[in-house]
């Protein structure tokens, strides 16, 4: 697809021409979907709804079949797109597109490419993938719109947010005893002093630099690191992340009006401040973020391993004696260990609000009652009996599920997990002798023999361990997408509206918050 936007400064108004490619570098189906959206530009009106269907169709997981939910979701007649899209006349439409597209002067080099005001040059193309909002805004001055003089709340988050949320936070969570982690909050900003006076000019406006100065200010005081990072993701995971600090506070346990204090006070601007002469001091010099230092040393190798598997790259520099969460065969239930720390946590993480989870925390034991007395045998030995009573007593007294989620996590990270419940209760801040009574006492028992029943009455019934259900259905297919990438599978049960979270821009522009 390219966009090209002209500006008609006398009418403040957007012209957006949008050409849709026919290529078939991607195969027919990019065909049908440029034949798509190509009847789209001849029929769907005014420019606002044209572009509400065009990104309605991108942001599905399928846009071969996103058609049609789409057209009913802006009000646009899909009988009309449909019947246009697989006749003659969107054949004819999409012709034409590329008339125009191969007679283009300069030539087309790579897509998308970006005229402004009937130019393209390198300059164009970087500031408008940059941050098209801020340079039309610049474009339009000396009488700019009010929009462009008051803070977005919506960030592109696709470098710094993704790297946070899928590398980062996961990977601290399972190897924080390994780990130190040192984050600078400025990124591609800019400080000024004049007359003692600090401001700062920040890659996607004002807003992103509050919430610079609020992540600045929770480096210093939000500890320790787990609930620093559980803060920042919490808000990289909001809508608004400018509107996310309070409620944020709040669900991590920190206390807000020092947070706020410092973030809106002379504080937080000398700390950012800080944080720029650090950015700015980087050697190599930072060119994009996120912009990654593995003891001390950065350069396109470690940035690379680091942003697409920062737990294994972790692991291999733990050699020669890793932590055992970074083997592939740990005790008492491998296969569960790993669902359960690479997919359901930090899926569960990104995703809270729309799912519900239900642990049942038996697997492939039996239960075995003579005389009233209830005694179990696990495929993983006592042990795993165990903690197996001791999970299964948490699903029972730890809420919320995030805690919940945290609390077993931290057991499945221990080298024994059977020792973990006290050290990891304490951790995450619930009560132990609540959960050493019930699982060493009949109260355990019982919870893990009702917790076997629902196991052995499983439609199909269990054959391999872990056993996923979503919305109550279980096949191979589910099981497979469950295990293999949690989160996008969540992702696309969540269509046609999925949270914000969901949205991931799959080319290589990297604009971000931080």
């Known amino acids: ?123 164009i193309q970087e500031r408008a993938q940059d941050d098209l909002f801020g340079f039309v805004c610049e474009l339009l001055e000396p009488e700019t719109p009010r929009i462009c003089k008051t803070p977005s709340p919506y960030y592109c988050f696709s470098g710094h947010h993704d790297f946070f949320l899928d590398q980062l936070w996961p990977t601290y969570g399972k190897l924080e005893e390994h780990l130190h982690v040192d984050l600078v909050p400025f990124g591609k900003a800019h400080a000024n002093v004049v007359n003692g006076t600090i401001t700062f000019k920040c890659q996607h406006g004002p807003g992103e630099c509050y919430v610079n100065e609020v992540q600045t200010c929770a480096v210093k005081y939000v500890h320790p690191t787990r609930k620093l990072l559980d803060f920042v993701a919490c808000m990289f995971r909001q809508e608004d992340p400018t509107k996310a600090g309070q409620p944020c506070a709040e669900k991590v346990g920190t206390y807000w009006p020092v947070l706020d204090k410092c973030s809106t006070g002379p504080e937080g601007t000398q700390l950012l401040f800080e944080m720029g002469k650090r950015t700015h001091a980087l050697k190599p010099p930072m060119e994009s973020v996120p912009y990654v230092q593995i003891n001390g040393v950065h350069n396109d190798t470690t940035e690379n391993l680091a942003e697409h598997d920062l737990f294994h790259f972790v692991c291999k520099l733990l050699q020669p004696e890793p932590p055992r969460v970074c083997s592939k065969e740990p005790s008492l239930c491998p296969d569960c260990h790993d669902i359960f720390l690479d997919q359901l946590w930090p899926t569960y993480g990104k995703l809270e609000e729309h799912l519900h989870v239900d642990l049942v925390p038996f697997g492939k034991a039996h239960a075995n009652v003579v005389n009233g007395t209830i005694t179990f045998k696990c495929q993983h030995g006592p042990g795993e009996c165990y903690v197996n009573e001791v999970q299964t007593c948490a699903v029972k007294y730890v809420h919320p599920t995030r805690k919940l989620l945290d609390f077993v996590a931290c057991m499945f990270r221990q080298e024994d997990p059977t020792k973990a419940g006290q050290p990891c209760a304490e951790k995450v801040g619930t009560y132990w002798p609540v959960l050493d009574k019930c699982s060493t006492g009949p109260e355990g028992t019982q919870l893990l023999f009702e917790m076997g029943k629902r196991t052995h009455a499983l439609k199909p019934p269990m054959e391999s361990v872990p056993y996923v259900q979503v919305n109550g259905v279980h096949n191979d297919t589910t099981e497979s997408l469950a295990e293999h990438d949690l989160f996008h599978f969540a992702c696309k049960l969540l269509q046609p509206e999925p949270p914000r979270v969901c949205s991931k821009n799959p080319g290589s522009v990297r604009c971000f918050p931080n």
């Open 1 to 123: 697809m390219r966009l090209r936007i002209t500006w008609k400064r006398a009418v403040r108004r957007d012209d957006v021409d949008i050409r849709p490619l026919r290529d078939l570098k991607h195969g027919p189906d990019e065909c049908y979907i440029n034949e798509v959206q190509t009847c789209a530009v001849q029929y769907v009106h005014p420019t606002r709804k044209l572009l509400d269907f065009v990104a309605c169709m991108l942001s599905h997981n399928d846009p071969t079949k996103a058609g049609e939910p789409c057209a009913q979701k802006v009000g646009t007649d899909w009988g009309v797109l449909n019947r246009c899209s697989t006749g003659p006349e969107g054949t004819e439409l999409l012709y034409e597109m590329g008339l125009r597209t191969r007679g283009h002067q300069p030539p087309i080099k790579y897509v998308p490419w970006i005229e402004v005001n009937g130019m393209h040059n390198v300059t």
